[in-house]
Nanobody, 116 residues
Framework: QVQLVESGGGLVQAGGSLTLSCAAS????????MGWYRQAPGKQRELVAV???????NYVESVKGRFTISRGNAKNTVDLQMSSLKPEDTAVYYC??????????WGQGTLVTVSS
């Protein structure tokens, strides 16, 4: 069973930066896509950023130009660099990994709180 472990969340002031990391228990080369999602209190979980095995990225409009997703194939990690953070970025951030024929794997989440 694949395990994903997120880290890097915390409390930051508006305008600040954080980098989240998702460590996989198997080679991330085995995943077709990996992504970061977030869920704010009282809201549905939403896609934040996704990266394919080939390195193609896609972002939700609200984070374009502020967030960057990247893959560390050697370390089996996927990072989310977040800058110019806003209070509305406050949420629990989850990592998800997708591979053909298998159920999606999710991490346990890491909390990001942006104070105004």
């Amino acid at each position: 069973q694949v395990q994903l472990v997120e880290s890097g969340g915390g409390l930051v002031q508006a305008g600040g930066s954080l980098t989240l990391s998702c460590a996989a228990s198997i080679s991330i080369l085995r995943f077709s896509t990996m992504g970061w999602y977030r869920q704010a209190p009282g809201k549905q979980r939403e896609l934040v950023a996704v990266i394919t095995g080939g390195g193609t990225t896609n972002y939700v409009e609200s984070v374009k130009g502020r967030f960057t997703i990247s893959r560390g194939n050697a370390k089996n990690t996927v990072d989310l660099q977040m800058s110019s953070l806003k209070p509305e970025d406050t949420a629990v951030y989850y990592c998800k990994a997708t591979r053909t024929w298998y159920r999606d794997a999710w991490g346990q989440g890491t909390l990001v709180t942006v104070s105004s």
